[in-house]
């Protein structure tokens, strides 16, 4: 359980270990890091939301501006964990990573890759909330 806030700086190099980490292991670390504290409640703390709001709203903007690069990672299990961070955003239909869901769906090497990808658009069918969404994305393609 997270006892404390993280800081600003700490996320940013997070962050930055994420994206240029030269060992792949502490890349996907660093993003299921992210994965974990956008799941942070604590509701017994009057600041377990905003702390979490703020974790998330850092991870979207990860994703928002890497989450295509991710995608295309050399290594399998980072690929696996940008596609994971994105999972626990995806239930918002406006997830700009849609469309790199999809293809990682049909393009990844990887058959993991393409089951976690798979089940990250599951998900957001069975929420109900994407359903719509990504039958118009199929509508303007």
Avoid at 27 to 43: C, G, I, K, M, Q
Avoid at 99 to 108: E, M, Y
Wanted: charge should be negative; aromatic fraction near 8%; proline fraction near 2%.
């Amino acid at each position: 359980m997270v006892t404390g806030e993280l800081s600003s700086e700490v996320l940013q190099k997070l962050s930055r270990q994420a994206l240029s980490d030269p060992d792949y292991d502490c890349r996907s670390a660093a993003l299921n890091t992210f994965s974990r504290l956008v799941e942070v409640e604590d509701p017994e703390s009057d600041w377990g939301l905003s702390r979490r709001e703020k974790y998330r709203l850092h991870a979207m903007n990860m994703l928002e501006k890497h989450f295509s690069t991710g995608l295309t990672d050399g290594e399998r299990v980072v690929r696996q964990s940008w596609i994971k961070l994105a999972a626990t955003q995806v239930k918002d239909a406006k997830f700009i990573g849609l469309h790199g869901l999809f293809n990682a769906v049909i393009k990844d090497d990887d058959p993991d890759v393409q089951a976690d990808a798979m089940k990250a658009l599951r998900d957001l069918i069975d929420d109900g909330n994407g359903a719509t969404w990504i039958f118009n994305i199929f509508q303007t393609e």
